[in-house]
């Protein structure tokens, strides 16, 4: 494990390379996906992942925003909870998303992306 605990929103904002390396274009689905797919053209491979990207996740009573590490080899751990984040606004992207559910989790809505962006000070 990279970090030694579960990070903080406050904890993230002191890690400039989590920042820069969030992918903002990822939603959980796409991180489970098999890494080869056969097709009618023979074994199709999937390009690797690496970055960070931010989940709902609903298995508790109330959702929660995680951010998740994952690696070019496949390997995944959640490095941060973000309690900070209100939680209508958790509450909103989960029945916006409820479509996309993946094994409890939810992507992040524009709202949500808008928020830890202007948290985080990205541009």
Partial sequence: MMFNKVLSLEDIKKEPFVIEHIRWDLQPKDLMEPRCLIT????????????????????????????????????????????????????????????KAYFGMYPINKKIEDWLKKELKVL
């Avoid at 970055?51 to 490095?79: N, Q, S």
């Fill in 40 to 99: 009618d053209e023979g074994i199709k491979k999937r390009e690797p992942i690496k970055g960070y990207v931010f989940y709902i996740d609903t298995m508790d009573k109330k959702p929660i925003l995680f951010l998740m590490r994952h690696t070019a080899a496949d390997y995944a751990e959640t490095l941060a909870q973000i309690d900070e984040i209100p939680q209508e606004l958790l509450i909103e992207a989960v029945e916006e998303n409820k479509d």
